[in-house]
């Protein structure tokens, strides 16, 4: 595709900044390399198979998946597909075992009926599938509670036919405060997860993948004990969330939703038509459902569906309806969602155009 | 399409209860039949086109869309368009002006610079557009703010060529408390109203259409005095957050998603796979994202992108990997805005399938 000027899209737009996500790539590979760490990044940040094939290229060695139709997009590139959900149906089942032979899945599950199951379907399939018992270590959300029932899920998993037991995974998703403050936190993940690697490794069990990580941890991700792989999801784009937490510069960022002013009516305000349909509607300590890139003291203050509301209260700068911004939400993977299509730019230039593909919910 | 069993849809799904959906339409029909009011629906809410034609069969003397795509879409199955949303930018005006010339389009605008580029469209392809001023009347998000700028406005709208000043519009979306609660709110958006009336009749522009109306608002809308029309989205469907206004019964709420328990590890919680990325995220007073259809003291307490944790802390009933339950989440819109398609439903069996078409940007 040849460059065209930006000023051409009609907005709202995704935009992905490609020198920047190229170089949150590199560094992300550069940090799993130095610390000899797997690195499976979960793709429901992007869903495009082109970015996941982009991320194998920089070095991960597979790539994570939420759902039956990111693994079926994803293993179109990937040979190695680890699904960090609990697949429970037959119609999911289905899809899973459909998935190209060329493909090695792997899935997280945290109870007897998910690897039950999974099981049956692999067996009925002619399949083997990789399991992950999935532990809660602090987040309460899905996840083993004690190492006992740890132990019982292995053991299952490694005498059940279809299935070959891999190892273990959790997601520290609890872990939100900024990087310098987590200390504390992930010292309690590492204790956790020694307990349970403990009374695997006694059971004889030891897990050969420990798989963890996450975006907010990710330049921490050495310090948890044990854990021998990470997948966290933002690495290519990142977001205002990420420049909160530290994980990121504000310049570091690579999303952004390209939009148009379309009413400055209010005083103090001007309102672009970029709302909680392209932006998505999540909260921040900081406040806000997102900035401009180019003003960061400029945040998006309120959200309709289709307005979003730009306070003008810390700022001199005075746009005129028919100016153009670029916004950075909140949390990049849910406005990702919204969007047909991101848009690669480089300067002022669209240089490609990727679908997101790994968008919605039936079979490719 | 011959009726299917429910139970072979996979989750997350979103569903109509066909039946309350039609006595929902009926009893907005009835409302406005009875006040004399011109009821235009929001299509934003469902964006399916076959639903909008159900609405005017219904007795809806036109439609309402926010975007360029809707237009189109709601284009297909009504002559009478309102864009509530200032067309800004070459494409959307385009794609606007290609609209079928059996559609009376008509836009919602608060600038002179919206104006003049909606009327320099309007002449270049041919077209007469009708133009609706858009006041604020309290919710300070879009709007002219005085009488004098709507006069100087709708004077500017009726002399320009290409163009048709019919009348003005607003929208109390500020009007969000229990129905029981809106009297002054109401009172006060009828005195503002009054000011802008009298201001344009006394200047000779006294409106046509004067069009307002909400969802939270709807069964009092024939309090606010002057207002001749209503363009209440949520109607057909209405959600948690329209239950707790008193707009609807919780046993009226028409729309909900099915979702499957994938977890039950952690005490007093089990998890769905409806995360933000099937139900939104958007918060209201009462606390939560979502409840259940049949168990309304079950609510969605937290969320991930595809996991809904349902806290069981009020509840006997203890549910199992693999049980499935509906969900109500707190706002439809952009629940509907999440799905590819909307299954139609009565009692147990699918009846019917729609594609929610209005959903994205690019063209039809």
Redesign the interface.
Known sequence: MSPFSLD??????ALVDVDRMEANLQKAAAYTREHGLRWRPHT?THKVPELAARQLEAGATGVTV???REAEVMGAVAEDVLLA??P??A??LKRLMALSRRVRLSVGL??R??LA?LAEAAREAGRTVGVLVEL?LGM??????TPEVAVALAREAASAQGLEYQGVMFYP?HIRMPMAEQGPALAEVSRRLGTFLEALGAAGLKPGIVSGGSTPTLWRSHEVAGMNEIRPGLTPFFDRASAWTGVCGWEEVAYSVLA????????G?A?I?AG??AL????LPMGGYGALVDRPDVVVH?L????G?LDLSRTSWRP???DRVRVVPNHV??SV??Q??LWAVRGGQVTGRWEVMGR???PV
Chains 1, 2 share one sequence.
């Open positions: 051409s899209i009609e907005t709202p737009a429901k939420a759902t039956p959900y609990s429970v149906g119609s999911k945290d109870s009926e998910v199951g809660d309460r959300r899905v996840g083993v509670q998703g148009t002013v379309v009413s400055t009516s209010v005083a305000q309102v038509d909680s349909k998505a509607k999540e909260e309120a309709s569906e289709e307005h509301m005129r309806v028919g993977c849910v969602n919204l047909d299509e919605g919910r039936g």
